[in-house]
């Protein structure tokens, strides 16, 4: 027990003591950052949580489950927003990824090892910089990770087996799905409906604004958003 607090302490001062000073002196990124914010306003000026808006125009990029964290801390601390944002939404996520990575490592293999492995990834330039990017991967790569460390947990039994666990388990796969394109033949195989009726569904949806279908060139259908 000393011993894992002491690592953990390792770990969060390590990983801290890097991200929070960028985190706080970094100039916000034009291209993505700024266009997270000005949906994060939509949403809450116009008080629609479901469908997401960039300016005037739909913006199906993003799960809406990303903004309502964004819209959380904009309710809770307009003045410190930005940072707050960097700190709850990408550093917190990226710390949870280390502390899976750790505790999976011990309980596969030692402290020692956990620690090093731990430590070694926490150091590298490309996941400090996710960490302090307002980027919705690092929160996806955090469910993953977590679904990960309980599959192998069931599989090595060092998790026990609860609705607790299992709730957990599956809840950070729904998560980490939300990014995957969707296409027409994954609802039909899913629901079991004929493609007509699929069809005709989906064309309704895309005509009252709920859906958007983007041609794929590669596989020759539409993915919905």
């Known amino acids: 027990m000393k011993q894992d607090l ?83 939404g990408s550093t917190l996520f990226g710390f949870g ?35 302090v990017l307002q980027r919705m991967d690092i929160m996806m790569s955090f469910f993953i990770s977590l679904a990960l460390y309980f599959f192998f947990g069931f599989y090595y039994n060092f998790c026990k087996i609860s609705i607790k666990n299992l709730s957990i388990f599956y809840f950070s796969i729904f998560m980490e799905s939300q990014k995957r394109d969707i296409f027409q033949r994954d609802i039909e195989e899913e629901f079991n409906i004929r493609r007509s009726s699929v069809t005709s569904l989906l064309q309704t949806m895309e005509k009252n604004d709920l859906i958007m279908r983007e041609s794929v060139k590669i596989f020759k259908r539409n993915k919905i958003y």
């Open 97 to 131: 990824i280390l502390i899976l990575t750790y505790k999976l490592i011990k309980n596969l293999k030692d402290f020692q090892t956990a620690l090093f492995i731990t430590l070694s990834l926490e150091t590298i330039p490309f996941f400090i910089g996710v960490s």
């Open 6 to 88: 002491k690592n953990y302490f390792k770990i969060a001062f390590t990983f801290f003591i890097i991200t929070i000073p960028f985190a706080l002196l970094r100039f916000p990124d034009i291209k993505n950052e700024m266009k997270y914010f000005i949906v994060t306003n939509n949403m809450l000026t116009d008080k629609n949580f479901f469908i997401l808006k960039y300016f005037q125009e739909l913006y199906p990029d993003k799960p809406p489950f990303y903004f309502w964290i964004l819209s959380l801390i904009k309710t809770i601390s307009k003045e410190h927003f930005y940072f707050f944002n960097i700190f709850i």
